[in-house]
């Protein structure tokens, strides 16, 4: 068992919001006592073929938060994702908040701004975020004290941020019919993420899961939802008790037949920088595509 400060007394509401183009949820979770609330893994739309940004999905969170009176305390990122861009700052430039995400994001950083070529101007401490989290470290939404789990292994920022009975669960699982992450992004790594899992794992068995992406495996209804029971018992990667061998061995042959997620070259840029849009000398906003680099 784990000395994480649960609470399975307490239970958020949860309101999910889909982004289809990149199979991402995004959360709205509130306190009911208070009606504070946290945003977690917003997306900004991009049309990459035209080189634009839109804001449908953000606008759609922006809305609800408004149309229930909730207070926006929290923009949460589990980790610097690498299939969708971020919408944090223009969240919070909408309704406040603090953008948080994994103290180990200056690993992140520092790995991919060396790929893009940064240069000394961007600086690899995370001080484009307002909260750096490290493991156990707890945080209030309204009445409601949430923590984070470290979980790294896709990435070396992944957290599971736990909200009473709700965990937010980023790319450490999918649904049990999806498994789990890759774990062949540079600083990911097989053997860490089965570790981060088993941490997951020994939450209570009723904890509510949250997934951040669902494919919908085998043609069934996109699904968001699960316990850590269900994970034990069912997920076809690491359920059923299989070993940390068993999973690296099937990670370190799966992972190579993977392709490139279609928007990693955006979302990384953008994440690493908060959700920020890197801009020229003239202040305009641009994207480096290195060649040959992933």
């Known amino acids: ?73 929290w923009i949460i990122e589990t980790h610097v994702h690498a299939d969708h861009l971020s919408a944090a700052p223009y969240i919070q430039g909408a309704l406040g908040g603090l953008i948080g995400i994994g103290d180990r994001i200056s690993d992140v950083q520092t790995t991919f701004g060396a790929f893009f070529h940064e240069g000394d101007s961007f600086p690899c401490d995370g001080s484009q975020f307002d909260r750096l989290f490290a493991d156990g470290d707890t945080y209030m939404i309204g009445s409601m004290q ?51 899992i088993q941490k997951l794992l020994s939450l209570p068995d009723a904890m509510r899961l ?27 990667h690491v359920g059923g008790g299989r070993s940390r061998a068993e999973f690296v061995a099937f990670r370190s042959e799966r992972d190579p037949q993977l392709g490139m997620p279609r928007l990693i070259i955006p979302s990384l840029q953008v994440n690493m920088r908060g959700g920020h849009i890197p801009t020229d000398d003239d202040g305009n906003m641009v994207l480096t595509v290195p060649i040959n680099g992933l």
């Open 1 to 73: 068992m784990n000395n994480y400060p649960v609470s399975m007394d307490t239970r958020p509401d949860v309101k999910a919001f889909f982004d289809e183009d990149t199979n991402t949820f995004s959360y709205v979770v509130s306190d009911p006592e208070t009606a504070a609330c946290a945003v977690i893994d917003c997306v900004l739309n991009l049309d990459y073929a035209a080189g634009r940004i839109s804001h449908e999905g953000a606008d759609a969170i922006i809305d609800d938060i408004r149309a229930r009176g909730l207070k926006l305390e």
């Open 210 to 236: 949250f997934m951040c992406h669902d494919y919908g495996p085998g043609g069934r209804e996109i699904a968001f939802e699960t316990t850590v029971g269900d994970e034990k018992r069912a997920n076809i």
């Open 146 to 196: 949430a923590f984070a789990i470290h979980t790294p292994g896709h990435t070396p920022a992944c957290m599971v941020h736990v909200i009473g009975d709700a965990a937010f669960v980023g790319d450490t699982l999918f649904m049990p019919d999806g498994g789990s992450a890759r774990a062949d992004f540079p600083g990911g790594d097989a053997g860490t993420l089965y570790d981060s």
